[in-house]
Nanobody, 121 residues
């Protein structure tokens, strides 16, 4: 599966953004989809994941209560709705696809190219 992330940009603290990840390939619905982020000088961090058929969503501590992940298997997309953004949310955000549910980047087999999110204070 090929992934293309979009929707990043510059936003003020407290604002919102919606990231989108468009996938190609018929097998999209069979993958667990996740979002990760990486800030300069830091390791890649788990943000959120959603299981097949949207049965389960899981969030990293930094995303809980502020971010929502959703998928549309008919449209082959997975979105990350981000609210109450903080300067520490500034990072490159990546979408990824996995066969096995998990929070480690090593679980994910396919990665999009990333989209930059910058939150100003």
């Amino acid at each position: 599966v090929q992934l293309q992330a979009s929707g990043g940009g510059l936003v003020q603290a407290g604002g919102s953004l919606r990231l989108s990840c468009a996938a190609s390939g018929r097998a999209f619905s069979t993958y667990i989809m996740g979002w990760f982020r990486q800030a300069p000088g830091k390791e890649r961090e788990f943000v959120a994941a959603i299981s097949r058929s949207s049965i389960r969503q899981h969030y990293g501590d930094s995303a809980k209560g502020r971010f929502t992940i959703a998928r549309d298997d008919a449209e082959l997309t997975v979105n990350l709705h981000m609210n109450s953004l903080k300067p520490e949310d500034t990072a490159i955000y990546y979408c990824a696809a996995a066969r096995i549910f998990g929070t480690s980047p090593s679980r994910y087999d396919y990665w999009g190219q990333g989209t930059q999110v910058t939150v100003s204070s």
